[in-house]
Every structure is written in C-alpha cells, then in structure tokens.
C-alpha cells in the first residue's frame, strides 16, 4: 500500500509533466505524416463498416437484440471501447522499450510511463466517442442522461487496462515475445466478447450456459456499459453484480501487476 500511495503522490506532483509527455506522446503518432491526425479515424471507421456489411443489412442480417435501433448503432458502443482497450494494451506494452532513456535515468519514476500510453490513446478515445455521439444524433437519437456514463465507462476500461498493461509492459522488456502473445490474445479477445454479435444468438439455440461463460470475461462489463448508457439507458448500478466482479478483478490485476512490476523494475536499466 505504501508503493500504491507513494506512486499515486508522484503523480499528483508532476502531473504537469504527465500531461506534456501524453501530449507529446499523441502528436508523435502523426509525425511525418501528410494527413495527420486523419488517421487516426480512418481505421476504427473502415473497421465499423466492414462489421457492418458482414453483419448488417447486407450480409448476415443480424438483428440487433435493442428494439428500434439500427446495426450500427448497436455495434459502435460496443466495438468504441474495445478499439480503446486494444490500442492502450497494444503502445503500453512496449512502452518500456520506446521510452528506454527515460527508463534509465534514476530520478524519472518508470511506472508513470504506462499511464502517459494510456492517456495518450485516451486522446483517440475521446474523439471516437464523440463520432459515436454524433451518429446517434444523425441517426434522430434524443441524448439520454445515461449518456454522461460514458465517462464512468471509459474511466472502468482505463483501470483494466492499465493493470494488464503494468504487467505485460514488464514482462515485455525480459521476454520479447509478448508484444506478439498480447495481439495474439487481443484478437480471441474480441470475439470472445458479444461485440459484432449478441449472446441471444445462444439462448435461442438453447446453449444457456455460453452466456455464463462470456460474462466472466470483464470486457463483457464495458461493452455492455457503453450499450447500456447510448441505447437502453441503464445504469451501472442497475448491474450490481457484473460491477463488483469487475472491479474485483480489475484492483486484483492491478495489485499482481504492480507487483510484478515493482520486482522487475530494478533490473529495466540493465536489459535495455
């Protein structure tokens, strides 16, 4: 708790620092590049409507389980937070190694450097969000009062992530190969969450016990979060159960990851 405590002072005193390194860290993205920040919405956007062809009104016809509301406003809030989990495990795993002189210096406290690559794809994020809002107002959506729940939602994801990310973003600087096994299971992970499908499809083939299973999966808590507050209104303690167990799990990985963390640390300088 002392580690937790001292960790969270050094933050506090140098947020300034914080937010200039996260900036710096966003604009570098785009260095060198002709269209710039374009890009950063042309991935997440080609991707929503590819789903959409497949699964939408033009392939599959997937119907979406929320009535009165279209495919893709049903795939957004889900497939929004996942873009943002994935990208901030994906630049926070090896962040270590990009920021290895920093690393190496004895006065800059390394545990900072997850959150500036958390921050920093919280940027993206927030203007993903923002289409995301703007779709359903095209679409004739009325905002709802739940939509300010995105912020919760998106503060649960934060925390998820960056417990994964201090522990692979340590394991990453002695064993190199897990940049590739955290791809590897991004990818599983996405379809092992309801994002491009609905667990009903289960239930009506009368497999109750599939539903079950993708619940103990804590990214099942955010997506439905996102869809709770852009298309039914809910709100999360309306999931009491689904909120406890996540955020157990989520202090619980933070705990293991800052530990491994702490244990690894004094031997960063000395391998990169």
Known sequence: MNYIGSLLKELVAKRRLVWDLSKADFKKRFVGSYFGIVWMFVQPIVTVLIYWLIFGPIGFKSAPPVPNASYIEWLIPGIAPWFFFSEAMNTGTGCLQEYNYLVKKVVFRVEILPIIKLISSLFVHGFFVLIMFAVFLIGGNRPMATWIQIL??????????????????????????????????????????????????????????APLILKLNPFYYLAAGYRDSMLTGNWFFERPTLTIYFWVVTIGMMFVGLKVFKRLRPHFSDVL
């Open 152 to 209: 919760y939602y998106s503060f649960a994801a934060s925390m998820y992530a960056l417990a994964l990310t201090y522990l692979t973003s340590a394991i990453q600087v002695f064993f190199k190969d897990m940049a590739q096994i955290v791809g590897i299971c991004l990818q599983f992970g996405m379809w092992l969450t309801p994002i491009m499908y609905s667990e009903q499809l289960f239930l009506d083939k009368g497999i109750t016990i």
